[in-house]
């Protein structure tokens, strides 16, 4: 049997109000049955109403509440148990009047407790009652020496009636029409035609309705205790999956990296070849360039020297050779023009080498585009949304937007991108031709639905907003005209008249009017 101090010190912490930690204190039970102080709840409320919120949050479950508009939850419905385990500790409890004495009507506080009578007796009630033949051996527990037996009987103790002149009477009975526990003396004198029934038979009634609704709420737990084991075997598999998807990067990367030292011994032996030929290719250049110079050399020697001796016969007799050999080492031994080859490593970055993690609620099948008239030369613009799958706006930071406009002709356009950070993205662009233009739009690599499709482009229809001026010599006439400014902080217009020789200023309101000419 557990020690009765065990078992007190068991309902107080059962008793305990999880917001003030303390014994509850005038218990009010949440429609989510967590049940708090009435006061605790009223700082929680008045908390909440400082933040400009309407509703609190259980502290248990999280459940939302609308304040009520009285700024109290006095009106909710106080809770039974915790009531009786409140009544039960204070007996316990020395310092405080636990109960007063049911016998007689002078309020004594209660020394003892008859559970045969079941009523709390004063001293006095009690001498009474050991005195009385009829009472004498009823079963009595005096409160300072109570088992942990009996404080298991005093919580299960009847309800008695809280009605005057009726405090002395069990709550028998229950009033079907008003939805209350009422004792003999109530359905006698405040339900005499209300349909009453025996309280045994309507709790056996609402115990098999509350024990039908706690096996429905049973099953339901059941339910999501196994959509909690499928969303945990299916956190364990996307775990899984992304160690894997981190594995097939790792190992790409190193792959790549293989294939880069790979391609780097390979350039670097190509470049070894290249030197090594370029040097050959030099040197014998230099090799032919040389030969040539001693035969021109050899030449110039042979005639410099026939010319300083400056002897007629020998002059006469080797002239023809010495022509001849100038002849042909001047026409057959011109050297070729040397071009020295261009050397660049060229990198191909038409695939783009590196890939990303793209984690994202954005289904590239669901999004959309929605565009606006375009005329060519006037900036244009139309929206790509992005959706998930259930077809509802969603906005991902991650999410890349790829759009391509291509011409008639397959030149592509420069685009703007701007992101709207709500799932909108604004794409601006300025067609300079009319007729059918190619759409590519693509989200994190997908295309959207129907793309690539083709919008076509309409002629761009120039409309006069304002006509000033004639042709003439007077003021306010122009003969050429070769250029138009406006100023930004007078708003006046100025007009170059090459015909004229002259500068007109005309001052812009409504109309424009001539100013002076410079």
């Known amino acids: 049997m557990m020690?009765?101090?065990?078992?007190?010190?068991?309902?107080?912490?059962e008793a305990e109000c999880s917001l003030c930690l303390e014994t509850v204190k005038n218990p009010k039970t949440l429609p989510c049955l967590h049940s708090f102080c009435l006061e605790c709840l009223d700082k929680l409320a008045n908390f909440a109403r400082r933040q400009l919120q309407t509703t609190i949050k259980c502290p248990v479950c999280q459940t939302s509440f609308s304040i009520p508009d009285t700024g109290t939850f006095?009106?909710?419905?106080?809770?039974?148990?915790?009531?009786?385990?409140?009544?039960?500790?204070?007996?316990e409890d020395g310092t405080v009047q636990a109960q007063n004495c049911n016998n007689c009507d002078e309020n004594n506080p209660a020394t003892s407790y008859c559970f045969v009578c079941q009523s709390f007796l004063c001293a006095s009630?009690?001498?009474?009652?050991?005195?009385?033949?009829?009472?004498?051996?009823?079963r009595n527990v005096l409160i300072d020496k109570l088992q942990a037996q009996d404080v298991h009987e005093l919580i299960h103790r009847p309800v008695m009636c809280?009605?005057?002149?009726?405090?002395?009477?069990?709550?028998?009975?229950?009033?079907?029409?008003?939805?209350?526990?009422?004792?003999?003396?109530?359905?006698?004198v405040s339900h005499n035609r209300h349909l009453v029934t025996d309280t045994e038979k309507s709790v056996q009634e609402q115990k098999m309705q509350m024990a039908e609704a706690v096996v429905k709420v049973k099953a339901k737990i059941i339910l999501y205790e196994t959509e909690i084991k499928k969303q945990t075997d299916l956190q364990n598999k996307n775990i899984a999956d992304i160690m894997n998807t981190e594995k097939k990067m790792i190992?790409?990367?190193?792959?790549?990296?293989?294939?880069?030292?790979?391609?780097?011994?390979?350039?670097?032996?190509k470049f070894r070849d290249i030197y090594e030929a370029e040097q050959r290719q030099h040197a014998a250049r230099v090799e032919n360039l040389e030969l040539i110079t001693t035969q021109l050399k050899s030449c110039v020697d042979r005639g410099q020297s026939i010319l300083e001796r400056n002897i007629s016969a020998e002059i006469l007799n080797a002239n023809p050779a010495i022509l001849e050999r100038c002849d042909e080492l001047l026409i057959e031994r011109e050297p070729d023009v040397y071009k020295s080859p261009y050397y660049n490593y060229v990198v191909e970055k038409s695939l783009n080498m590196f890939g990303r993690v793209v984690v994202t609620r954005s289904d590239p099948s669901m999004c959309l585009a929605e565009g606006h008239d375009n005329e060519a030369g006037k900036e244009s613009k139309f929206v790509v949304v992005t959706r998930d799958s259930e077809r509802l706006r969603c906005y991902q930071q991650d999410d890349q937007i790829k759009?391509?406009?291509?011409?008639?002709?397959?030149?592509?356009?420069k685009t703007k991108l701007k992101d709207s950070k709500d799932g909108k993205y604004t794409v601006t662009y300025t067609p300079h031709c009319a007729g059918p233009h190619r759409f590519e739009i693509l989200v994190n690599g997908q295309p959207l639905t129907g793309s690539p499709f083709l919008v076509e482009i309409r002629q761009h229809q120039h409309q006069f907003a304002l006509k000033f001026g004639s042709r003439g010599k007077g003021p306010g006439e122009f003969d050429s005209i070769s250029d138009?400014?406006?100023?930004?902080?007078?708003?006046?217009?100025?007009?170059?008249?090459?015909?004229?020789?002259?500068?007109?200023?005309?001052?812009?309101?409504?109309?424009i009017k001539f100013q002076t000419q410079v």
Request: overall charge neutral.
């Open 403 to 413: 759009v391509d406009i291509s011409t008639p002709e397959g030149d592509h356009l």
């Open 74 to 91: 006095a009106d909710l419905p106080s809770s039974f148990h915790l009531n009786r385990l409140v009544d039960v500790l204070a007996l």
């Open 162 to 188: 809280s009605q005057r002149y009726h405090e002395d009477q069990p709550l028998e009975f229950y009033c079907e029409d008003c939805k209350v526990l009422i004792c003999l003396k109530c359905s006698i």
């Open 251 to 269: 190992d790409t990367l190193d792959e790549w990296m293989r294939d880069l030292r790979q391609h780097k011994k390979k350039m670097k032996e």
């Open 125 to 138: 009630c009690f001498q009474s009652h050991q005195r009385f033949k009829t009472t004498r051996g009823h």
């Open 484 to 511: 138009i400014a406006v100023s930004d902080k007078t708003g006046t217009t100025a007009v170059a008249d090459a015909g004229n020789k002259r500068i007109q200023l005309f001052r812009c309101d409504t109309n």
């Open 3 to 13: 020690d009765v101090q065990q078992l007190f010190k068991n309902l107080k912490k």
